[in-house]
């Protein structure tokens, strides 16, 4: 039996359109577009593709966006000061530093010198602070987007044993911190589930894998999660993209997909809608700034 497809390009058309109204809607009550920065440091092909493919989602949704590129030589200082002009400029409700950063500049000092109340990542330390003790300010884009991915696809989260492989800042962390926290009026993106996180000092990982109903993969590993981790049924979702020779290869080995009884696909799945909610966020950043 084949899984069932957890497809995140047919779900993220659905909630772009649903986000490309609400942005309608609120030019026709004479409200400023939401305004999405992008800022590019560098050349690495794989960013120059994320940040073509943002550029273009926020177009089709009526968002008002603008990519700043800026040479792989850029100094920590050059940064900073147009990070600070975006902060003070009122057609922009949200700035997204692409990370990586070349090595002479401290991704952290980057981080915490957007805005909070423009940082549509969710990777400050305040917002970070506000996720984690359940009084969000924004959901972080890929975290967001798997919990989307898994609930409007009918598969409920409370009570469930779901295993995180990955321990990382922008996914593995703030997805266990999702899963597990408690849903309630003003933090509805949570899952209530027993939530266990596993990484490369896990010992018996296949054991631990198994126990999942719901196995989330982000580990940066191609082909890590193996058919002997996955319990029948169970549903996976594959947090990977890693750029093999220019090909998109998931964390998940191919052969998962006759025991699984879901799984997304890479390309196709979590990619898709991760800038889908960077839409998302933009939007409500507008909100929140502008009412
Ligand atoms: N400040 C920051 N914020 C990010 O959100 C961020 C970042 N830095 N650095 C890099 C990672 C990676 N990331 C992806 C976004 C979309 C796809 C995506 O749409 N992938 C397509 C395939 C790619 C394609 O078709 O071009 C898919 O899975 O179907 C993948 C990866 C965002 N990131």
Same mark, same amino acid.
């Not at 992008?38 to 008002?64: F, I, R, T």
């Given at each position: ?72 030589? +850029? ?75 898994? +609930? ?140």
């Amino acid at each position: 039996m084949a899984a069932q497809r957890l497809d995140g390009k047919a779900l993220a058309a659905t909630m772009r359109s649903e986000i490309a109204a609400r942005v309608a809607e609120r030019a026709r009550a004479g409200k400023r577009a939401p305004g999405l920065a992008a800022v590019l440091v560098g050349e690495d092909p794989a960013s120059q593709q994320y940040v073509k493919n943002k550029h273009k989602a926020c177009q089709d949704a009526g968002l008002a966006t603008t990519v700043h590129r800026l040479s792989a030589s +850029t100094t920590q200082a050059e940064l900073l000061e147009l990070v600070g002009r975006l902060n003070a400029d009122p057609a922009v409700h949200g700035i997204l530093v692409q990370l990586p950063l070349p090595k002479q500049i401290d991704d952290g000092a980057i981080i915490r010198a957007v805005s909070p109340n423009k940082d549509v990542d969710c990777f400050h330390p305040e917002n970070v602070g506000l996720l984690m003790t359940g009084y969000p300010r924004f959901y972080p884009c890929t975290p967001h987007g798997v919990l989307q991915l898994l +609930t409007r696809n009918g598969i409920a989260l409370a009570g469930k044993e779901i295993v995180v492989l990955g321990r990382s800042n922008i996914v593995g962390k703030p997805v266990a911190v999702m899963l597990m926290q408690k849903a309630t009026a003003t933090n509805p993106a949570a899952g209530d589930a027993t939530v266990t996180v596993a990484h490369t000092r896990t010992k018996n990982l296949a054991d631990v894998c198994r126990r999942a109903d719901v196995l989330i993969a982000a580990a940066g590993v191609p082909g890590v999660i193996t058919p002997d981790m996955v319990k029948p049924g169970a549903a996976v979702v594959d947090v990977g993209t890693n750029n093999v020779d220019g090909r998109w290869l998931g964390d998940v080995h191919k052969d998962v997909e006759s025991v699984a009884g879901w799984l997304s696909p890479v390309p196709g799945g979590v990619g898709p809608m991760t800038i889908t909610m960077l839409l998302y966020n933009t939007l409500d950043a507008a909100k929140q700034i502008d009412g």
